[in-house]
């Protein structure tokens, strides 16, 4: 299939035009300007028999003589379905459709999209687009696309699901003198989808980086999938757009698409190695950097520089990321202090001062590369009276060798653009201010990190499956999808999480009894399948003495029936009140887009006001959980114990974690769960409530 896509050795063009201001015009010439060694047909039966820029063209696909690899269509959307029956027929099995007004536009384009699908699957056809720009592979001469810009040939490979977007960000890799790979427009992901493209891509001998941009992913789990395997090998940037609400109208409005969650997005691409790039420039930064640098072996970086303030810039950019400003070893400060004037700073940044000319830069250069304690140079010029960037752009590509990362920031324009152009030539991306450099330094190290991170493994652990099930079909036999109180307590005590003591009292005198089991204080909550948050309702009640029992049971039933009604209500569970410890929070929530996402934080009733939680997608392996504790702000530190606190149960918090992930894998109906509060002391922990949602 890909070979037809992106090395066809023949490409028919649907809709082919004389006239320059029409798609079908520009397509059939962006071909024959790429220089394609293939066929190429152009398609129109108004033209039929006639030459179109120097190609006979014809009036259907069925009366093209030879055989068509890739069929290119840009004719209006209400013509297209005979043409996919003419493809089936011809045996041309690769489509890009170029043409819009698909679902994007509404329900009547989308009803189109799933008759134009329907039939492509009958005859084995895939489909890039409809509503894109194209496709181009620079290193097969083809050019499929209405892209003004022309790419040249380099190892970036580039998808995007918006064209205007795809046509900006080609643009700006041509002014820079960067090249491509493959360019895949998806538009509205009728048939291919970003998942489809990664598995083509991630085998790619011509792509050494890839970057995506995307306002939707449909297969989540597949994408994670695809994306982990992808990063594995090389890296993987995406642009993923519609971030808050309004954003995510406006992407629904411009593809069809629904996002999901942004949280969520961050989440799987954080797990898998995708690096998100959070703006264009960014984005750009990371894949200049990727694209003809070697990785990062470290975070240690020295900012080499002539001007004191774009050192200060560079630096204070480097404190804010998660690089590390390097020290420069005796040895190499030693040679630098005899060969370079005696007024440099040798600190880092160092500072070869504002008369500093290539001789200098050459010299530095090589000895702060040759530093082993040194993983990548920030090349920072101000343009200034003794200086002459070309030179200085010269020999600093003469010392940048192939194990360390170098990125370049020639400050200005005109004075610069010579010394940026043979930076370019010899693969060193500059940047027009430190900031960036460091924000596409950073971005390497990010991807170092994930990379060494171990795999992690998937444990199991001895549980009661059954006593789950009987709990869900009991609940879903009384038409109840929700469960909270005593049964959620149950269901989650039939996966090893700890409970604390609980039971249900139905009348005075059953409420009487259970007080006599139990050591006071007590807390008393009211049971209904109606009621999930209960302290909003008044149907809790803490610090209750024996004495107090009747009438607390009695007050709460009056209280909270006035609600609800009294026949909702199931009972009063009792409970001894728990001693103090650290309140956490563990809960799953169900994202349409990547599924289940296990959610770890502070507990108990500040969890909507500091926030304070980390998450990840299910299944959590071994290593995650660990992760999740540490990149909480405050709960971390309370687990760990503060101003001479003992540290808490900080392993049984873990595996607890990894019971909740396995729970919601043996039964992916259930949607929603939560423990809050899930305290934990010294050793041990108890959950005190705990609700649930399933399907």
């Given at each position: 299939?890909?070979?037809?896509?992106?090395?066809?050795?023949?490409?028919?063009?649907?809709?082919?035009?004389?006239?320059?201001?029409?798609?079908?015009?520009?397509?059939?010439?962006?071909?024959?300007?790429?220089?394609?060694?293939?066929?190429?047909?152009?398609?129109?039966?108004?033209?039929?028999?006639?030459?179109?820029?120097?190609?006979?063209?014809?009036?259907?696909?069925?009366?093209?003589?030879?055989?068509?690899?890739?069929?290119?269509?840009?004719?209006?959307?209400?013509?297209?379905?005979?043409?996919?029956?003419?493809?089936?027929?011809?045996?041309?099995?690769?489509?890009?459709?170029?043409?819009?007004?698909?679902?994007?536009?509404?329900?009547?384009?989308?009803?189109l999209e799933d008759k134009i699908l329907k039939m492509a699957k009958r005859w084995g056809i895939r489909i890039i687009g409809p509503n894109c720009l194209g496709i181009i592979n620079a290193h097969w001469n083809l050019n499929a696309s209405f892209a003004p810009s022309a790419p040249s040939k380099g190892n970036i490979a580039f998808f995007s699901q918006s064209g205007a977007l795809g046509t900006a960000i080609l643009d700006r890799l041509r002014k820079e003198g960067v090249g491509i790979s493959k360019f895949i427009s998806l538009g509205n992901k009728m048939d291919i989808d970003e998942v489809d493209i990664l598995e083509m891509l991630k085998d790619d001998d011509e792509t050494r980086v890839i970057l995506g941009y995307l306002e939707s992913i449909g297969r989540g789990r597949d994408f994670m999938r695809l994306a982990k395997a992808t990063a594995q090998v090389k890296p993987l940037i995406v642009i993923k757009s519609g971030r808050g609400e309004k954003g995510k109208k406006a992407a629904s409005s411009h593809t069809g698409s629904l996002a999901g969650q942004d949280e969520a997005y961050e989440v799987a691409f954080r797990q898998t190695g995708v690096l998100r790039a959070h703006t264009f420039g960014q984005a750009l930064g990371m894949v200049k950097a990727f694209s003809s640098q070697p990785l990062l072996e470290g975070n240690r970086v020295v900012v080499?520089?002539?001007?004191?303030?774009?050192?200060?810039?560079?630096?204070?950019?480097?404190?804010?990321?998660?690089?590390?400003?390097?020290?420069?070893?005796?040895?190499?400060?030693?040679?630098?202090?005899?060969?370079?004037?005696?007024?440099?700073?040798?600190?880092?940044?160092?500072?070869?001062?504002?008369?500093?000319?290539?001789?200098?830069?050459?010299?530095?250069?090589?000895?702060?590369?040759?530093?082993?304690?040194?993983?990548?140079?920030?090349?920072?010029?101000?343009?200034?009276?003794?200086?002459?960037?070309?030179?200085?752009?010269?020999?600093?590509?003469?010392?940048?060798?192939?194990?360390?990362?170098?990125?370049?920031?020639?400050?200005?324009?005109?004075?610069?653009?010579?010394?940026?152009?043979?930076?370019?030539?010899?693969?060193?991306?500059?940047?027009?201010?430190?900031?960036?450099?460091?924000?596409?330094?950073?971005?390497?190290?990010?991807?170092?990190?994930?990379?060494?991170?171990?795999?992690?493994?998937?444990?199991?652990?001895?549980?009661?499956?059954?006593?789950?099930?009987?709990?869900?079909?009991?609940?879903?036999?009384?038409?109840?999808?929700?469960?909270?109180?005593?049964?959620?307590?149950?269901?989650?005590?039939?996966?090893?999480?700890?409970?604390?003591?609980n039971y249900l009292a139905r009348s005075e005198e059953e409420a009487l009894r259970i007080g006599e089991l139990l050591d006071a204080p007590l807390v008393m909550k009211v049971e209904s399948p109606q009621i999930l948050h209960k302290s909003e309702v008044g149907g809790v009640k803490v610090g209750i003495n024996k004495e107090e029992i009747v009438s607390?049971?009695?007050?709460?039933?009056?209280?909270?029936g006035r609600i609800v009604g009294k026949d909702r209500i199931k009972g009063i569970c009792i409970q001894p009140q728990v001693r103090e410890g650290k309140e956490v929070l563990m809960g799953v929530s169900y994202d349409d887009v990547f599924g289940h996402m296990i959610r770890f934080g502070l507990g108990g009733k500040y969890v909507e006001i500091y926030k304070d939680t980390s998450t990840r997608a299910a299944p959590l392996t071994s290593e995650e959980p660990k992760e999740m504790i540490e990149e909480t702000k405050y709960i971390s530190e309370l687990l760990r114990g503060v101003r001479g606190e003992a540290a808490c149960d900080i392993p049984l918090v873990e595996e607890l974690l990894l019971r909740l992930s396995q729970l919601i894998t043996h039964f992916p109906q259930i949607k929603e769960v939560e423990a809050n509060p899930l305290v934990v002391w010294r050793k041990g922990a108890v959950a005190i409530d705990a609700r649930l949602r399933f399907q």
């Open positions: 299939m890909w070979e037809n896509f992106f090395k066809p050795q023949s490409v028919a063009v649907v809709g082919a035009s004389r006239n320059e201001e029409k798609l079908g015009y520009q397509v059939v010439n962006k071909l024959l300007e790429a220089d394609f060694k293939g066929e190429i047909y152009p398609l129109n039966p108004k033209l039929a028999g006639k030459n179109l820029l120097g190609r006979r063209v014809y009036a259907r696909l069925t009366e093209v003589p030879g055989k068509i690899d890739l069929v290119v269509v840009v004719i209006p959307r209400d013509f297209i379905l005979p043409v996919i029956e003419d493809c089936g027929s011809k045996g041309a099995r690769s489509v890009v459709i170029i043409s819009a007004g698909f679902k994007e536009v509404g329900e009547e384009g989308a009803s080499l520089t002539n001007a004191g303030g774009a050192g200060i810039l560079a630096t204070d950019a480097c404190e804010k990321s998660s690089l590390q400003m390097a020290s420069l070893g005796d040895e190499t400060k030693k040679r630098l202090q005899d060969r370079l004037p005696p007024h440099i700073s040798l600190s880092n940044p160092v500072d070869i001062l504002g008369d500093a000319k290539a001789d200098r830069y050459q010299i530095a250069t090589r000895e702060i590369l040759a530093d082993q304690g040194v993983d990548g140079v920030l090349l920072l010029l101000s343009p200034q009276a003794a200086t002459d960037p070309r030179r200085v752009a010269e020999v600093v590509s003469e010392e940048a060798g192939a194990t360390k990362p170098v990125l370049a920031c020639f400050m200005g324009y005109d004075k610069v653009k010579d010394a940026v152009d043979v930076l370019q030539g010899s693969g060193i991306p500059n940047y027009e201010d430190p900031e960036y450099a460091v924000m596409a330094m950073e971005g390497m190290y990010r991807y170092l990190e994930w990379k060494k991170k171990p795999p992690g493994i998937l444990r199991s652990f001895s549980v009661d499956d059954d006593a789950v099930q009987r709990i869900l079909d009991n609940s879903k036999e009384s038409g109840y999808l929700e469960i909270g109180g005593s049964e959620a307590l149950r269901l989650i005590q039939a996966y090893g999480i700890p409970v604390v003591k607390c049971f009695r007050d709460m039933l009056e209280e909270v």
